[in-house]
């Protein structure tokens, strides 16, 4: 899997080469229009992250580049700013999604992975990790291949843990991808708390291992 | 009290006296002259006497005269040099009053003999002749008081008019739409002077104001990208394998108080485009499907709590706004209801055709009404560290760009935030 990342923040773009060559990305970036105008029209991306405010020429133009030769390669879009017009417009040229800065890079990580689901339809079928496995299609979670009851919730957070298996993250996160910005207006931490104690024991009781680890309340971490 | 009518009290004030000592002192001089006339008629009168009773009455026999207006005996007193000239009252038989007479009397020599002579005259159709003129001449200086008042008031208003624009403009001056003020031209130096400043200060906030605009966005805009970098290098800090624990925790705070800050950002840099009227709106819009909306998005949140949500729906709240907008101001009064409340507490919704009312629950007390809009006023007490003190900031700057009224009250454990829509 080949991703090419067009940012002009250099410490940006060290950051999300370096997380994602974590998670077994082949990772390549261009730090500029010209770069990435070279980049795209000479090889053949399954992800490209793109930066819309490139100091030389809109990022959108290279959007069209993108769409214009007949690239199968998905685009998410990076924006510093946070308005509609951009995300209609990105969307409208054919963008498959929209990350606004700051990101957070598990979340960052998570898109990518749904991005590449949904352009690789020959890929697995299935999430697995260990003895569970997670039907994304089906909604649906197994454990030793014996289906388990999750709430809608509960199966956001397995999905989420699992593509950012052996990563630590931070409540905050958790709580951004779950709840979304309704998370923002109420703001209640020990709720994920909740949700994340449910979903343990569920998984443990269905014959799982215990794969959750807790950091001190602030985080946690998916791992074997 | 105008300008105007302050100065007419003025004038009236001054003129009433000055009219008032006119006429007495007009009454006195008339009176005086026309007794003067009197008297001058009573020597005239004597004079002629005296030559009838020197040539007409050759003879020496004796006159004698006796009228009620002319007295004339031989008399043994001595001779006056001079006439003796009075006031007098009268009684008139006939019409049973007094009136008022100047007489004249004088001991004179006819012949070898000294004549008694005393003349009377009425003053009675002379001091009417005094009152009449008095009175016209009076009503001659009302006339013109009453016409100069007018002309006062007619002349004030024309002159005044430019100020009264002026100050019209200057009270419906909005910071937002400051482009539109112009200030007529004037022929009056003082207004025109005025309206130059007013002119030159307008611009100069405007100026200001715009500049403070853009820089709050563009600051807002500019801070995303260090956010971002420090966010990531956290993140990807924290996936170091040698890290201990006690590494970590510090690493996640850092995160944390990073995410708040962007929040606080994000926050801002709404505030910033809700100024810059970056959110148009034309179509009137239901908020009622909005609330529907945010209570289900807030569903799990309300369970959790074990909340209870009532909800009246007299009308259907309808206000000119944009899509977006609602949802920030749903998603905020909302999201306060439920974060601030208690376990197993109440919400209470109720919509109106003008007018939404949330009310909920809480564990603080009532907020004082004068600080709770704010920027950064947080209530102390409360548990939860996360809260930025924008919240209803930002609903009080959507309620101010739209023309809505944001009440706040706290009544019987419940606090109440009321919208009104000011036109409807």
Known sequence: ?224 | MRLIQKTSIYFLLAMVPIMAGGGLYFFIYFDKALRHDVDEELVFDKMHWQDFLKKKNPKNKPFELYSPEILIYKTPKSLDKHPILRDTIIFQEYEHEYDPYRELSQVLPVGKDHYYILIRKSLLEKRKLARHITEIMGWVLISVFMVTILLNWIINKRIWAPFYLTLFKLKKLNLQHIEVFKLERNSIKEFKDLNQALDLMASQIQKDFKTLKEFTEDAAHEMQTPLSIAQNKLEILLQDPELKESQIQPIIQSSEALNRLNRLNTSLLLMAKIDNSQFMAEKALSINPVLEKYLLLFQEFIIDKSLEVKKTKVDDFLLIINPLLADTLISNLLGNAIKYNIQNGLIEIETRKDSMIIKNQSLEGEIDPKKIFKRFHKTGNYPNGNSNGLGLSIIKKITDTHHLNLYYSYQEGMHTFRIQNENP
């Open chain 1, 1 to 224: 899997m080949k991703i090419l990342i067009v940012e002009d923040e250099l410490d940006l773009q060290e950051s999300i080469r370096e997380y994602l060559t974590m998670q077994g990305y082949l990772v390549e970036t261009a730090s500029n229009f010209q770069q990435g105008l070279y980049k795209i029209s000479s090889h053949i991306y399954q992800c490209i992250l793109l930066d819309i405010g490139l100091p030389e020429g809109n990022g959108l133009e290279l959007l069209k580049t993108v769409k214009e030769t007949k690239s199968n390669a998905g685009v998410i879009i990076l924006s510093a700013k946070n308005s509609i017009e951009d995300r209609v417009k990105g969307l409208e040229l054919g963008a498959d999604d929209y990350v606004s800065k700051p990101f957070h890079l598990s979340e960052l990580n998570a898109r990518i992975f749904a991005l590449l689901r949904r352009k690789t339809s020959d890929g697995e079928p299935f999430l697995q990790f260990g003895e569970i496995k997670l039907s994304q299609k089906q909604k649906r979670v197994f454990v030793h291949e014996n289906p388990i009851e999750l709430t809608e919730k509960e199966f956001t957070l397995l999905e989420y843990f699992i593509i950012n298996k052996g990563l630590v993250l931070t409540k905050v996160a958790i709580a951004e991808h779950g709840w979304g910005d309704e998370f923002d207006q109420v703001d209640n931490y020990d709720f994920i708390y909740t949700h994340i104690k449910n979903l343990r024991k569920k998984l443990i009781q269905a014959g799982s291992e215990d794969y959750i680890r807790t950091i001190y309340g602030m985080g946690y971490r998916f791992t074997a």
